[in-house]
C-alpha cells in the first residue's frame, strides 16, 4: 500500500510520506498492502517486491468446501525515462487444495496465477511538486503538524495495463483465456504528522465474463523512520465473484533500499471467510541520478569561471602583501 504507501510504502514513501517527488532517499514501496501509490519509483530504479502467503477459506452455506494452501504475491517496478512514469510486471501465484464436504469427500489440487499484469503508471498531477509552503518549518514543532487545507488536494496518477490468463484456470471464470485490458485511477494524500492516504478505483478484465470493478482505500502512519503501520479496505464486485476485504500489518525499513513487512487479510461474510496471512521485503537497485539543473551555464564557463575567481584572489593577495613590503621599506627609509 503508500502502501506503505506514495511510497518505505514508507510511508508510503516512507514509503509513501515522504513522497514530495518521485524519487525518495529510501524505498518506495507499495507492500504490505495491495494498493498502488500515486509516485513511482523514480527514474533509473529498479524494484522489486515479493512476499508469500498462507491462505484458509471456508464456505458453509449450500456446497460447503475449504481451500487451503499458500501463494506468493510478487511485483518488478522500473523508472523510465521520466520522474512521473513506471512501468511494472505483477503477478499472484496460487497453490492449494480445495476439499468439499460431503458423504463423498472429494480433494481439488488447485495451481496457478490469480492474475498476472503487465502495465504502465504515469503521474499526471503532483500538488508537492515545487511547493515552498509544503518545506517544514525549522523553528516550530507545532507548526509542521497542524493541518492543512492543501493537503485535501491528492496526487494523481493513472494506470494503463494488460492482464494474461491461461486456459484452464481454477480463478477466474471459464471463459476468461488470454489478454484483457486493465486500468485504474491511484490518488495520494500526504498529510502532516506522517499520516498518507492512498485511493485506487480499478477496473480489471475489461471485455470479459469476469469484468470487475476494485477500489482500495489504505491508510498509513509512520511512527518512526523505521516504522510504518496501515490499515486497508479492498471491495471487488462482478458476477464472478464479491468480497469486501479488511487487512492491516506494518513495515520496517532495515535500510534505505531494503523493507521488510507483514500483514493479516480478512473478510466478514462465509461465502466463503478467507483469512490470508503474508510476510514479504521490497528491494531496489538505485543508479538515479538527479538532473542537473540549466541555468544556461555549461560545465566549461562554470570551471574557467571558477578559476578565474581563484585568480584574482590570490593576485589580490600578492598586491596586499608587496604593499605591506613597500610599507616596511619605506619605514626603514624613513627612520634612518
Same mark, same amino acid.
Given at each position: 500500500?503508500?502502501?506503505?504507501?506514495?511510497?518505505?510504502?514508507?510511508?508510503?514513501?516512507?514509503?509513501?510520506?515522504?513522497?514530495?517527488?518521485?524519487?525518495?532517499?529510501?524505498?518506495?514501496? $507499495?507492500?504490505?498492502?495491495?494498493? =498502488?501509490?500515486? @509516485?513511482?519509483?523514480?527514474?533509473?530504479? #529498479?524494484?522489486?517486491?515479493?512476499?508469500?502467503?498462507?491462505?484458509?477459506?471456508?464456505?458453509?452455506? &449450500?456446497? &460447503?468446501?475449504?481451500?487451503?494452501?499458500?501463494?506468493?504475491?510478487? #511485483?518488478?517496478?522500473?523508472?523510465?525515462?521520466?520522474?512521473?512514469?513506471?512501468?511494472?510486471?505483477?503477478?499472484?501465484?496460487?497453490?492449494?487444495?480445495?476439499?468439499?464436504?460431503? $458423504?463423498?469427500?472429494?480433494?481439488?489440487?488447485?495451481?496457478?496465477? =490469480?492474475?498476472?499484469?503487465?502495465? #504502465?503508471?504515469?503521474?499526471?498531477?503532483?500538488?508537492?511538486?515545487? &511547493?515552498?509552503?509544503?518545506?517544514?518549518?525549522?523553528?516550530?514543532?507545532? #507548526? $509542521?503538524?497542524? @493541518?492543512?487545507?492543501?493537503?485535501?488536494?491528492? &496526487?494523481?496518477?493513472?494506470?494503463?495495463?494488460?492482464?494474461?490468463?491461461?486456459?484452464?484456470?481454477?480463478?477466474?471464470?471459464?471463459?476468461?483465456?488470454?489478454?484483457?485490458?486493465?486500468?485504474?485511477?491511484?490518488?495520494?494524500? $500526504?498529510?502532516?504528522?506522517?499520516?498518507?492516504?492512498?485511493?485506487?478505483?480499478?477496473?480489471?478484465?475489461?471485455?470479459?465474463?469476469?469484468?470487475?470493478?476494485?477500489?482500495?482505500?489504505?491508510?498509513?502512519?509512520?511512527?518512526?523512520?523505521?516504522?510504518?503501520? @496501515?490499515?486497508?479496505?479492498?471491495?471487488?464486485?462482478?458476477?464472478?465473484?464479491?468480497?469486501?476485504?479488511? =487487512?492491516?500489518?506494518?513495515?520496517?525499513?532495515?535500510?534505505?533500499?531494503f523493507q521488510l513487512d507483514t500483514a493479516a487479510t480478512f473478510n466478514t461474510k462465509d461465502t466463503p471467510s478467507v483469512f490470508s496471512v503474508n510476510f514479504g521485503a521490497s528491494y531496489r537497485l538505485d543508479f538515479h541520478k538527479d538532473k542537473e539543473i540549466d541555468n544556461g551555464n555549461s560545465f566549461e564557463d562554470i570551471e574557467a569561471k571558477r578559476k578565474s575567481n581563484a585568480k584574482s584572489k590570490r593576485k589580490q593577495k600578492e598586491e596586499e602583501d608587496l604593499n605591506k613590503i613597500n610599507k616596511r621599506k619605506k619605514k626603514d627609509i624613513d627612520f634612518d
Open positions: 500500500m503508500t502502501p506503505i504507501k506514495s511510497k518505505l510504502f514508507f510511508l508510503l514513501c516512507l514509503v509513501s510520506t515522504q513522497a514530495f517527488c518521485q524519487y525518495t532517499d529510501v524505498i518506495n514501496s $507499495n507492500r504490505p498492502g495491495v494498493s =498502488r501509490s500515486a @509516485f513511482s519509483v523514480g527514474t533509473n530504479v #529498479a524494484q522489486l517486491e515479493i512476499g508469500p502467503y498462507s491462505i484458509k477459506e471456508e464456505r458453509t452455506p &449450500a456446497v &460447503a468446501y475449504d481451500v487451503s494452501g499458500f501463494g506468493i504475491d510478487f #511485483a518488478a517496478r522500473y523508472g523510465l525515462l521520466f520522474e512521473e512514469l513506471e512501468l511494472n510486471i505483477e503477478g499472484t501465484y496460487q497453490n492449494d487444495t480445495k476439499t468439499f464436504a460431503s $458423504n463423498f469427500s472429494t480433494d481439488e489440487d488447485r495451481a496457478n496465477f =490469480r492474475f498476472l499484469a503487465i502495465g #504502465a503508471k504515469y503521474l499526471l498531477y503532483d500538488p508537492y511538486k515545487n &511547493a515552498e509552503e509544503d518545506k517544514p518549518n525549522l523553528y516550530s514543532w507545532k #507548526a $509542521n503538524r497542524q @493541518f492543512k487545507w492543501k493537503s485535501l488536494i491528492p &496526487a494523481v496518477s493513472v494506470y494503463l495495463g494488460a492482464n494474461y490468463d491461461t486456459k484452464p484456470n481454477p480463478y477466474t471464470y471459464s471463459t476468461v483465456e488470454g489478454f484483457s485490458p486493465k486500468i485504474m485511477i491511484a490518488t495520494q494524500n $500526504n498529510f502532516s504528522g506522517g499520516w498518507v492516504f492512498v485511493m485506487n478505483l480499478i477496473k480489471d478484465r475489461i471485455g470479459t465474463d469476469q469484468s470487475d470493478f476494485q477500489y482500495i482505500l489504505t491508510l498509513t502512519h509512520s511512527f518512526s523512520p523505521k516504522w510504518v503501520i @496501515f490499515g486497508e479496505t479492498q471491495g471487488i464486485h462482478s458476477d464472478f465473484y464479491a468480497d469486501n476485504l479488511f =487487512r492491516f500489518g506494518g513495515a520496517y525499513l532495515l535500510s534505505k533500499n
